[in-house]
């Protein structure tokens, strides 16, 4: 029979650390505990679903422009809505 490794045991300790926090996490029941703190609470409102119909150029422009900050197009839509409603 071959002899564990170290690193192996080690990660066998840190396992059994972690199945004993999710013991414990589960055991407990902090809802009241969250409520009393405040937190957890949603910020961010629901956003509404819409549907809009954009021409293809639009898209390509948007999934361009998107793309150079990291972001799709829908996203990059909505920045350009907020940045921009109040000229309107």
Known sequence: ???????RSRGRGRAAARD?????FERRDLG?????AG????LRRRAKPTSIALDDDLV?????KGARRGLGYQTMLKLIVREHLDEY
């Open 1 to 7: 029979m071959k002899k564990q490794s170290a690193a």
């Open 32 to 36: 009241s505990d969250i409520r009393t």
């Open 60 to 64: 390509a422009k948007l999934r361009q």
């Open 39 to 42: 937190v957890g609470r949603v």
């Open 20 to 24: 004993a926090q999710v013991a414990e």
